[in-house]
């Protein structure tokens, strides 16, 4: 992976404690502390002041090891870091192994570029413009310049940041052993969750980081999970990214798999048993390769064939969604397919 640049920092906040947090871009970051929009923490403890940060020339994963390294040191470790800068990269030898391309920065440096800043932070709404705007050139660029989704779909993109791509290309990498960032796709996983409305799925997918306590899996990557389709009870789709790019929707098989995620239970609605074979069609058109159509309940049987890629035997869940009679269902709708086709996609 090319290294990219990243930072480490070190803020004093109003009751004297220390945070340590990391970024690709500091003068940008510190700009949010200072205006409460950074973290919780440091929001309930302005004002706060850089008193130290460091250029780390490695990839993101280096960059979160120091930063969770310098959290886990006692008060009097970090008033030394703070005060002698170049006692981190020994601590992080030490305690790792690791001689990492540390570079110390003058916090000054970021205090002056920030104070002489002329431009305002942006919106939320503006970043939420941006991401909408990235998406649809994205959707263009990955279809070939042709309409990127029918009339009958809607598109709600999640945000497809720089972050994103990263964690993405770091959990291809942990888990297949190469950095990709789209695929070509073998195989559609219809999924179903438990939160019935829309918009709060939706609220969750969009975070690019998988939440604290779904500790297990956050131990194989950071990425957080996102299917590329949502249908709600209504039978409403949506589409929330490129269905062309890796999503972590399914242990093993997101190298070539299309997620569909719906809302509301394990049992599908009618309505979404009619969008969803409408969806299927749709893409069984687009992407010819396709061949199996499966229940996320279904995933471990393909252990041991092409399309399962995993490289820990020990990454396992298990999963009971869809229910299997929505599936039996489901199936029954994919006629059209004809019998040449659906053969394939039944496991």
């Known amino acids: 992976m090319k290294n990219k640049l990243f930072w480490v920092y070190i803020l004093r906040v109003r009751n004297g404690n220390y945070y340590t947090g990391y970024t690709n871009n500091i003068i940008r970051r510190y700009r949010e502390h200072l205006a409460g929009t950074a973290s919780r923490y440091t929001r309930s403890f302005r004002p706060v002041k850089l008193k130290q940060c460091w250029q780390v020339l490695e ?205 509301g239970g394990r049992k599908l609605s009618e309505a979404q048993l009619v969008s969803n074979a409408r969806l299927i069609r749709y893409l069984a058109e687009k992407y010819p390769d396709i061949k199996y159509i499966i229940g996320h309940y279904e995933y471990r049987k393909f252990e041991g064939t092409p399309v399962f890629i995993e490289r820990y035997k020990e990454y396992r869940t298990y999963k009971n969604d869809p229910d299997r009679r929505s599936m039996k269902r489901l199936r029954k709708e994919l006629k059209f397919l004809g019998p040449d086709r659906r053969q394939n996609y039944y496991y």
């Open 59 to 263: 990839d993101q994963g280096k960059a979160m090891k120091i930063e969770s390294l310098i959290k886990k040191k006692h008060r009097k470790i970090k008033e030394k870091i703070v005060n002698n800068p170049k006692e981190l990269k020994k601590i992080v030898f030490k305690s790792t192994g690791l001689d990492l391309n540390i570079r110390i920065y003058n916090p000054t440096r970021v205090i002056n570029a920030v104070s002489k800043g002329k431009r305002p932070l942006k919106t939320a709404a503006f970043h939420a413009g941006i991401h909408k705007i990235l998406f649809i050139l994205l959707l263009y660029i990955s279809t070939g310049f042709s309409r990127p989704y029918p009339h009958w779909m809607e598109y709600k993109p999640i945000r497809l940041t720089p972050e994103r791509e990263i964690l993405t290309r770091d959990y291809t990498r942990i888990h297949y052993g190469e950095e990709r960032l789209f695929m070509d796709p073998q195989m559609i996983v219809i999924h179903s969750t438990s939160i019935k409305g829309f918009q709060q799925s939706w609220n969750y997918f969009n975070n690019e980081r998988i939440e604290p306590k779904r500790s297990f899996i956050g131990k194989y990557g950071k990425l957080n999970i996102c299917p590329h389709y949502m249908v709600d009870r209504a039978g409403k789709i949506y589409q929330l990214m490129p269905d062309n790019m890796i999503a972590r929707h399914v242990i093993g098989l997101n190298y070539f798999a299309i997620g569909i995620e719906n809302t």
